[in-house]
């Protein structure tokens, strides 16, 4: 750093330009004097900011100082491509600005600040062109317009306290899952993060755990309009539907498009919890027939709209039933046709919360269709659940569960994916089977006792979500 100063103090000025310079808009003046800005001094918000709870946008203006390159104007276009990242890089920042005195035959180059000495450009070809004869500092403006939301928040928020700047985007809606050490400051959080992503119009905290009932959650708006029909694009195809109200996961479509992948025109799929018809949609629009059910009359009402929007209503059969009431209603009835044609279905079940307690509807399914068994061999239904699992050995723990409620052994014979990371400790995967033959056609249904089981663990659950959502 010494040895750079002393650099810096012999070089002379170049004789075209005076010592100072200031250019309109985002930059001030600039002085051959001023020490250069440390990293840590751009990229922080004046420390008078620490605790707003109200946005001041002014209050985030400041000056700082930034190394910069005097360059031919006939060689800046050059000198970009040459220095590529050594640039300032700064949003809403020009990296070229005018240099006063210098009139139209040189610009500066504005580097990033931890540029210190022209060692740092050595290799760039800039100093056999004659441009890198020295390094100037120009004082430059920035704005609450320059930083970045991480900056902003990290400015704010007090010290120590982690800096929340991610979250979910849902067509024009910002989901964020706040904690409890940052609600104070959650209406300027999402003011900050509408400005600074362009088409977030509005911004929301969800304010407890999913009801896995209609599979939605309670949301406080933060910042922007107050509507919540959000209208999405995945891969290729519009939804629309009202967010507060249903369920959606903007971290799923590629899961969406693996399932749908493994489909032939041909083929039928029963969507247990098709939700707004994420799995549905797709799959009619590959051609396949699709009855498809969401217990929320919401869901329901949206998948219907998807379908029409999508123009696959003549593929998309929708029911508005319990999981295990649709199982054993329409599909039972539906099944037996199917199989004689060997037909190939595929049954999604995504409610990852309780969808394995739903696989003992598949218990004695066809047990009144005796004589469907021979005509089906080998075309039986492949299903695809999913859950969620806090094991240690996940894959592990979700067969065990899966065959447990089917009343089957499972090991050896499906195949389990790992679909995302939901939290730390805790994962999302989908277990894959053909549905055995033995559990299709057995004169054994779920027993009293198992009934009443799943019953008390369903009451448990809500039971703990109402009392979160108090």
């Known amino acids: 750093l010494t040895a750079c100063r002393r650099l810096q103090s012999s070089l002379k000025p170049h004789p075209l330009c005076a010592r100072s310079s200031s250019s309109p808009g985002a930059t001030a003046g600039m002085s051959e004097q001023n020490t250069p800005s440390s990293d840590q001094a751009l990229y922080q918000a004046p420390p008078s900011v620490r605790g707003m709870t109200v946005l001041d946008r002014e209050a985030f203006t400041q000056t700082v100082t930034v190394p910069a390159l005097l360059v031919p104007t006939g060689l800046v276009n050059r000198a970009l491509k040459s220095l590529k990242k050594l640039t300032l890089q700064r949003p809403g920042v020009k990296r070229v600005v005018e240099e006063e005195g210098c009139g139209e035959t040189h610009k500066l180059v504005l580097l990033d600040p931890r540029v210190s000495s022209l060692d740092a450009i050595a290799g760039t070809g800039l100093q056999d062109l004659g441009v890198a004869s020295e390094i100037r500092h120009f004082a430059l403006r920035l704005t609450y317009d320059n930083l970045r939301s991480e900056e902003v928040l990290r400015a704010v928020l007090p010290d120590g306290h982690d800096v929340t700047s991610g979250f ?35 911004v929301v905290n969800k304010t407890n755990s999913i009801d896995s009932t209609y599979r939605h959650f309670s949301m406080e708006l933060l910042a922007g309009e107050d509507n919540m029909v959000a ?111 060997k037909t190939s279905v595929h049954v999604v079940m995504n409610l990852p919360a309780l969808a394995i307690d739903f696989l003992d509807s598949f218990r004695g399914l066809l047990a009144h269709e005796p004589g469907v068994g021979v005509a089906c061999e080998g075309t039986l239904p492949r299903v695809h659940c999913y859950s969620f699992s806090k094991d240690d050995a996940p894959q592990r723990d979700v067969v065990r569960r899966a065959a447990a409620s089917l009343g089957a052994e499972l090991d050896g014979v499906c195949s389990v994916h790992m679909v995302r990371n939901v939290a730390p400790n805790k994962e999302m995967l989908c277990v894959s089977f053909t ?26 659950y809500h039971t703990i979500f109402i009392y979160k959502a108090l």
């Not at 940052?182 to 362009?198: C, S």
């Not at 549905?435 to 009451?459: A, C, M, N, Q």
């Open 168 to 202: 979910s985007r849902v067509g024009h809606i910002a989901h964020m899952n706040l904690r409890d050490h940052q609600l104070p400051y959650r209406n300027l959080i999402g003011q900050v993060i509408m400005d600074k992503n362009p088409g977030v119009t509005c």
């Open 231 to 341: 209208k999405v694009r995945e891969n290729g195809l519009l939804y629309e539907f009202d967010f507060s109200r249903v369920y959606w996961n903007p971290r799923l479509s590629t899961e969406h498009e693996r399932i749908v992948s493994q489909l032939r025109r041909e083929d039928v799929v029963v969507d247990v919890f098709a939700g707004v018809g994420p799995f549905a949609v797709p799959a009619a629009r590959r051609g396949c027939a699709v009855f498809a059910n969401d217990l929320n009359p919401e869901s329901f009402r949206w998948l219907q709209h998807n379908s029409r929007i999508n123009k696959v209503t003549d593929k998309v059969t929708a029911f508005n039933l319990d999981g295990r009431d649709f199982i054993r209603g329409p599909v039972r009835d539906l099944l037996p046709d199917l199989l004689r044609a």
């Open 435 to 460: 549905l055995p033959k033995e559990v299709v056609f057995s004169d054994t249904h779920p027993s009293s006792g198992e009934k009443h089981t799943h019953f008390l663990r369903f009451t448990l």
